[in-house]
């Protein structure tokens, strides 16, 4: 073990992970990404840009390559911070493949059937003509999460339930073949986890379904994020004040409130006798503000492309030395003879 490894190994091990399958947007930067940049001040943070998970879902080849790309400069923009946290792409690590063969035989056809993620993807597809890949990916997730032993996992409130499903595998294969694994928890923030579609309250703001005036994404000029602002549906009613009758405008003024630090009471007494029009106006000026540096960042990283690539390398290489370790112990622990 190296000097560095030693010392970091006092520290709590987080692992998430974003898929490059679209344009990042609001509800991935206000219930993931922020999350990834704060828990390095208390975790050793591994981060990953899981393109294998974004290919159950076909992909545009061209379209796959940048926005692989553009997830890590996301990453790196939003204070991730290469120094302290490894970023690395899945595909570049072999080991989570293996150890999500290796898992498939201890999870149930069940537990995935049940996935609240897949009944949504496949809603309204035939059953014959639905990949494996997206019946399986929560066992993919499982590995990338067991295989680095992380005891934290931060995601939005979306993903709950496949971190769950993560828990119960790892249990399972620990007592049937002997301690291998970390139980890892689920973080999830209660503000942002769970950002709604600026279109329909009733939707989580996804990258993947929805028109594109359903989310802002990380790099939308100030003008399309006063734009979709603007347009962004609200509930009846005049006042600015929200409620479990106006999922639209609290919606709007949770965003307002993490962005700003205000808190709910704060801005909903500066707007009293106001009306949708002044809030949607300042709204959109602290979500300008609030992603201009971040833009700002992402630019540079994309006009010195090596950065990233050096990064990316760096970090598969770490990520691989820890990955092997388990993977090791687990084909012990199930009778796999090493390869001499
Ligand atoms: P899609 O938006 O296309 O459904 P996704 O955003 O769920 O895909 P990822 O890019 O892998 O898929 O998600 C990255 C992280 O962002 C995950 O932790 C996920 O839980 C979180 N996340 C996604 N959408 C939201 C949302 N609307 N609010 C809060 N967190 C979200
Ligand atoms: N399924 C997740 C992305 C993901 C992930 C992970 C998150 C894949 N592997 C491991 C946390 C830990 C999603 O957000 N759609």
Not at 51 to 75: M, W
Not at 210 to 235: F, H, Q
Not at 327 to 336: S, T
Request: charged share 25%; net charge negative.
């Amino acid at each position: 073990m190296s000097g560095q490894e030693e010392i970091s190994a006092r520290r709590p091990r987080v692992f998430s992970g974003s898929q490059p399958s679209g344009t990042l947007h609001l509800g991935n930067y206000l219930g993931a990404i922020r999350n990834y940049v704060a828990m390095q001040e208390t975790h050793d943070c591994i981060y990953c840009v899981v393109d294998l998970h974004a290919i159950t879902v076909r992909q545009v080849r061209a379209d796959l390559r940048r926005n692989t790309i553009d997830v890590a400069n996301a990453y790196l923009a939003a204070g991730v911070d290469p120094e302290r946290s490894i970023v690395f792409i899945q595909s570049h690590v072999p080991a989570h493949t293996e150890l999500m063969w290796i898992l498939n035989t201890i999870t149930y056809m069940g537990e995935l059937r049940r996935m609240t993620q897949f009944k949504d993807k496949t809603a309204g597809a035939e059953g014959e003509s639905i990949g494996v890949g997206l019946f399986d990916y929560p066992v993919l997730m499982a590995a990338d999460i067991l295989l680095y032993r992380a005891d934290a996992v931060p995601v939005g409130e979306d993903q709950k339930q496949h971190v769950e499903l993560t828990r119960d595998v790892a249990e399972r294969f620990n007592h049937a073949f002997g301690k291998a694994f970390v139980v890892p928890d689920p973080i999830i923030r209660t503000e942002g986890g769970r950002v709604m579609s600026l279109d329909d309250p009733a939707k989580k703001m996804s990258k993947s379904a929805g028109s594109e005036n359903s989310y802002i994404a990380l790099m939308d000029a100030p003008d399309v994020i006063r734009r979709k602002i603007r347009r962004a549906v609200t509930d009846s009613g005049t006042e600015v004040r929200g409620g479990p009758e106006k999922p639209a405008l609290t919606n709007l003024l949770d965003i307002y409130s993490i962005l700003s630090g205000a808190t709910i009471g704060e801005i909903e007494r500066r707007y009293e006798g106001k009306g949708y029009a002044d809030f949607k106006a300042d709204l959109a000026e602290v979500v300008v503000e609030a992603l201009a540096p971040i833009q700002t960042r992402i630019r540079e990283l994309e006009a010195d492309k090596s950065y990233t690539l050096e990064v990316l390398k760096t970090g598969a290489e770490r990520a691989e030395a820890i990955a092997e370790r388990t993977l090791a112990k687990v084909r012990e622990r199930v009778g796999l003879v090493p390869r001499p």
